[in-house]
């Protein structure tokens, strides 16, 4: 378990390399696109706000599970801080439960979605005409990461060794 946990985060902090590269797309392409449009020609980038929507959403999904791993997520605790400790875990394990049963759906469905979308060549019309399904298998992989972290996590925690100190964000 412990060898798998290390493998899907060297894995995810790849992802969160992807998510960095959109992030920086996102930024280079709208400088452009406002530069352009300063020039005497008034032209500009046809697509632009396509592309950052669907690098926006790529940026998100490929950065959950290594956001997960290094506990950079938002939570907060002072309910459960107040909890004596033996509340405290059953409600981290129900929250773990609930997390890997509604991942594991979003996951799935993500994962249908980019099958289909691979199959039909899905691209997305406006200014121009941009393929989606890449977006789609790159969203899709980062919510099974996560979905798969959050299983090691409450296996773990359930053998009572956690390999990461999970909070319940409530």
Known sequence: MDRLYRILKYFSKILAMVGAICLFLMCFITFIDLNIRKLPFHQFLGGVVELSELLTVTLVFSSLAFTFYEKQ??????????????????????QLFLSVVLWS?????????AVSSVQMWEVRFGATIIPIWPFRIISAIGA???CFALIITFLQNIKARPLHKTTIAI
């Open 73 to 94: 997520h938002v939570e907060v605790t002072s309910f459960v801080e107040l909890l004596p400790n033996f509340y405290r875990k059953i409600l981290m394990r129900i």
């Open 105 to 113: 759906v979003v996951s799935y469905e993500m994962v249908l979605k």
């Open 144 to 146: 099974s990461f996560l």
